[in-house]
């Protein structure tokens, strides 16, 4: 569930945001067009009258269209919920979730004038888009991004919460999850380039709590050893998350929820993100000294999604099981002591 969290301002929270920030980064492998073409391009789409065109067009032609057919595919998907939801109820979640792309995207149209500027100063041979994502999206925007969605999150989540059922509240990352797919699918390869971390930034801060890890580590000294556990193992969650999917998938060939195959593509994609949610917790857990954050919060959460969506228990604890295995492996040797009795806290806290 998504929680409030005030950043504070430390050493050790910068350099935690800064490979939060990293995660966002986007993925240029399917461009095809020179340098010269493609600055062109990002420079007419990051203007402020580009930007204009991009947010007018989502707002008045897909928004609306988009959550409500998310909406339709989310209460498809969770149908083994009969009767939880009336109209009104329905129709609220989807006002709820209107208004957190309206903010997003009136977000997104406020930050032209960095980007522009760092574009108009870069020659046609030195483009680094590396650069303009941080000039995008860097620090202090996912700060403000951060504090900019917080009040509608949170609506939108107690939204989910006044309904009859709380259960209800697994609806929330997947109505996210098919309106992000059906934005990205509608809009130009440059504009997705450009939104897909504002995006991708939405459906993870309501799953995984990377913002109260960066936070966390507030109580810790850079280069302490427990900082430079996390500092070392954050770059490399996604990955460790991709591993651990494959294996889950070379395991569990035939294993089939109500939400499809491990193999489909978009249980591949809910995977993968609780993999990362289960990671983020992990992190949490050894930089706030606790196991509270996954005995009170990961194990209940996972006793509502998975037993609904008829996954064994027995599967989700081998799937913690590989995960933790896979951790510990990556880890340096000078920091397996601290890390192994959160290892063992987490394996325990799914034994049921």
Known sequence: MF???????????????????????????????????????????????????????LKNNLLDINSQMAWLQTKSLHNYIPNVLDFNEAKHITDSALTVYKVLLDFYQKQAYSTTALITTLSRTSLNLEDIFIAEFGISAIKELAYTLEPTLIAFQEQHMAC????????MT?????????????????????????????????AIPWQRVCVASAKHDVGSPVFTLVEQMLPIAEDIAHTVYHKLVELFPNHCSRSGLLSTPTVAQSSIRDLNMFQAYLWLCVLEESLIPVEQELVGLCVMVMEKLEVKWKILQQWNQILMDEIIYRVNPEYKEILLPYIEGMIQAFDR
Do not use: M
Not at 32 to 44: D, G, H, V
Not at 164 to 171: A, E, I, P, S, Y
Not at 180 to 186: E, F, S
């Open 164 to 171: 009859k059922d709380w259960c209800t509240l697994g609806f």
């Open 174 to 206: 997947t109505q996210l999850k098919f309106t992000n797919k059906l934005i990205l699918n509608q809009i130009t390869p440059i504009e997705k380039i450009l939104l897909s971390p504002y995006i991708n930034f939405i459906e993870e801060q309501v």
């Open 3 to 57: 929680k409030t969290t005030q950043i504070v301002t430390t050493p050790s929270v910068e350099g935690l945001l800064r490979l939060w920030v990293r995660r966002y980064i986007p993925d240029l492998s399917s461009l095809s067009i020179s340098p010269e073409i493609l600055i062109a391009s990002l420079t007419e789409t990051v203007s402020p009258e580009g930007r204009a065109q991009t947010v007018a067009r």
